[in-house]
């Protein structure tokens, strides 16, 4: 088993550039179910990130400060103490994290870039949808760029922490990602969504991490690479500002 890539690590935090494919939580790998119990009686246990690090790392008290999906790779934050956990999850909640994503569509968007804000609204088989109403919206704003002839890059910067928020959006303008069957993308070798830098205003100091973007082989092609290495740091994109009562709160 790899190792998961730690890109910055002191002694009250770690952010590992997540692997595609590891959940959050530890699970039961239902398909091996039946198979083991009749070998020995039990079902095998999959390790989720947390236990994972806890091994590698050999650490005893690992929190999780906010969550990606286990398809999607990238930036995730984990805390050493409930303190930090506490710290981290205030900001989070506030608003005052910044967070930019990078995600891939075969299809062409409605719009090139702009804001995408609506409820979110839960349906059967998981998914979720979005809404026109705005009470407590997810706000996702994005910038697009060709990478290849008939893929689209995105730049996405949430400012809610929905779940399936960026693929509801981009899928919303008619550009499902890159291998997210479940919300009308093309099948693929990755869900193509990372999570790509993540700045948090700690009180000890703002930090800013970075996770390459690096698995998958629709992004280690040479147009795509081309795409990618050519991006500009996230900050300098010219985000519009938001409306006043969606602003983080200070």
């Known amino acids: 088993m790899q190792p998961i890539p730690v890109l910055f690590e002191n002694t009250d935090l770690i952010i590992v550039n997540k692997p595609i494919g590891i959940a959050m939580h530890d699970a039961t790998n239902e398909a091996d179910v039946r198979e083991n119990i009749a070998k020995n009686g039990e079902p095998e246990k999959i390790d989720g990130i947390v236990t994972r690090l806890k091994k590698q790392l050999a650490e005893t008290e690992l929190h999780l400060c906010h969550r990606l999906d286990t398809g999607t790779s990238g930036c995730l934050c984990l805390a050493k103490n409930a303190a930090v956990a506490g710290e981290i999850g205030e900001l989070f909640s506030s608003r005052r994290v910044s967070k930019y994503y990078l995600a891939l569509s075969d299809h062409k968007p409605k719009k090139k870039q702009g804001m995408i804000m609506g409820d979110m609204k839960n349906r059967r088989g998981g998914q979720r949808i979005l809404l026109k109403t705005t009470e407590n919206p997810a706000i996702t704003q994005f910038f697009s760029s060709a990478a290849k002839p008939g893929t689209r890059g995105f730049i996405v910067k949430p400012h809610s922490g929905k779940t399936h928020q960026i693929r509801v959006a981009l899928k919303s303008i008619g550009a499902p990602i890159l291998g997210d069957t ?14 790509w830098h993540l700045r948090l205003p700690l009180s000890s100091g703002e930090l800013s991490v970075t996770a390459p973007f690096d698995t998958g082989k629709v992004i280690n092609e040479d147009d795509v690479q081309a795409w990618y290495n050519g991006l500009n740091a996230p900050e300098t994109y010219p985000w519009p500002s938001l409306p006043a009562r969606y602003m983080p709160a200070q």
């Open 182 to 195: 479940l919300y009308g993308g093309e099948a693929s070798d990755r869900l193509y969504l990372h999570a």
